[in-house]
């Protein structure tokens, strides 16, 4: 009967496992759809706005601003956005090997100088690369208590300082980008200093006459900052939307695999059961046989 008491403890920790992953797939399915809102309310207008800014800024040449100055890439700057928490399958990982990836294929010289930094959002990625001994700069862990555009400007207004300062030539940045609850994809771009936009979005917006007010450089000296700002904003609630559906797709398979386990270990309880009752009977009808003799 050992035997069938352990069958019996691994049925009951299976069957509480089963409850926090359902709790936990519950809990991701409700947060999803608040981050989701949040990040189809926010896309159209980011990409309006890298539009619009590609548009201008292709016809304007020898802007003042420090942010669209193409520099030799000797000092980078990798922003890796992952999330505080576990549990969401290969989410924090995926984002963590593109981001090794891009440093081995593209800054592998830099980051054998040491020029390599690393601005960590979430505890995943900043565990990561600290326990590394990478140059990882700031603890943005917390930004995700109070997901705003104003916590997460504080982060881009420390990247951009230090861009026009020099201490970084290029500033690149890593995160899953939403597309639904089972489906990230992972997305690398460059932030910092600003492209002209995507081929396709200037030859869109390329027949576009603007009447500006009050001159075209003044506007694209204001729209330049706000565009990197909503830009990094809009990659952290990607990637927050993101590991809430990774999380939940997760969790609802964890919680399937469970119910197969408990499937087997019933299957298994009952056989032993089974054959201990056999046995027993067994034991008892030669018993009595042997004293009918």
Known sequence: ????????????????????????KMVSAAKLKRATNAIIQ????????????????????????PFIQEREPNKVLIIVVSSNRGLAGAFNMNVIKATN???????????????????AIGKKAQDFYEKRNY??????NEVYADL???????????????FAKGDYDRVE???????????????TEQLI??????????????????????????IVEQLIPKSIKIQLYKAVLDSHASEHGARMTSMDKATENAGDLLKAL????????????????????????????
């Open 1 to 24: 009967m050992a035997n069938l008491k352990e069958v019996r403890i691994r049925i009951a920790s299976v069957q509480s496992t089963q409850q926090i992953t359902k709790a936990m």
């Open 42 to 65: 926010l896309r159209p207008y980011a990409t309006k706005l890298k539009e619009i800014l590609g548009n201008l800024s292709a016809s304007l040449e020898g802007s003042s601003s």
């Open 101 to 119: 990836n891009l440093i081995a294929d593209k800054y592998s010289e830099q980051f054998k100088n040491g020029n390599v930094s690393i601005v």
């Open 135 to 140: 140059s990882v700069i700031g603890n943005n």
């Open 148 to 162: 705003t555009f104003e916590n997460v400007t504080k982060i881009t207004d420390t990247i951009m300082a230090g």
């Open 173 to 187: 940045l890593v995160y899953n980008r939403f597309k639904n609850a089972a489906v990230q994809i992972l997305t």
């Open 193 to 218: 200093p600003l492209t002209n936009g995507q081929d396709a979005a200037e030859e869109k917006s390329s027949n576009v006459d603007y009447i500006l007010e009050p001159s075209q450089e003044e």
């Open 266 to 293: 019933k299957l298994s309880y009952n056989q032993a059961r089974q054959a201990a009752i056999t046995t027993e009977l067994t034991e008892i009808v030669s018993g009595a046989a042997a004293l009918n003799g």
